[in-house]
């Protein structure tokens, strides 16, 4: 099972969903992001949120649609993404994809990368994807990647305190075995060299692991 979820944030950024990579997967709506569904004429097989960011009509086409819908209350504990996210996961996908969820406020910005270490944390394959980025959470490993002309540039950053043995190789600045701590822009706007690159590393170091 593939999942992809649909999140509020700007359309402009959401590319075709019709688009043949993403013929095989199943469609869920999160909050405004399921109007973003509707009007590329997709059904979501499911639709969360608290529906807040929709105007009148847009809630009545939403109504008029008779979909499964998940309403909450504005007042939670947990955005609208990470209710639809955690019901993605509990199905246990082979892949699950995130669109809307970049671009709009930073803060929510910033949160759905974050929910990204829970997808991780549950052994799923889980990216952020728009018109110009897609976002995804490695753990210690070595990658074969194919390189994608849509994405000229590759960054690659730490979200624990250090990461060990950074290896990159296939790409304009390569790596051996570096150490890529939290807060480096080192590894920022590498280019792929070839049709495919390799990406691997030994460790994530936490905080709790540096004060060991």
Known sequence: MKLAIVAG?????VPDLHAPEYSDYEWIGADHGTIVLLRQQIKPMI???????????????????????????????KTDLELAL??????KPEHC???????????????????????????????????KNKITLLTPGTYPIKSN?????L??????????????????YPLQDAVL????????SNEA????FTVSFSKRLSADDAMS
């Not at 944030?9 to 950024?13: E, I, T």
């Not at 969360?48 to 007042?75: A, K």
Request: net charge negative; hydrophobic share 40%; glycine share 8%.
């Open 47 to 77: 639709a969360f949120g608290d529906f807040d960011s929709l105007s009148d009509e847009e809630r009545e086409e939403v109504n008029g649609q008779r979909l499964l819908l998940r309403s909450y209350s504005p007042e939670k504990d």
């Open 149 to 153: 002309s849509s994405y000229r540039y």
């Open 97 to 131: 994809l995130i669109f809307g969820a970049t671009g709009g406020r930073m803060d929510h910005t910033l949160a759905s990368v974050q929910l990204l270490m829970r997808a991780v944390s549950q052994s799923v394959d889980v990216a952020i994807v728009d018109k």
């Open 181 to 188: 701590p939290l807060g480096s822009s080192r590894c920022i």
């Open 193 to 196: 060299e070839k049709d495919s």
């Open 86 to 91: 955690d019901w993605a996961l509990s199905r």
């Open 9 to 13: 944030g700007p359309d402009v950024l």
């Open 155 to 172: 960054s690659f950053l730490a979200l624990t305190e250090k990461v060990m043995g950074l290896t990159l190789s296939g790409l304009k």
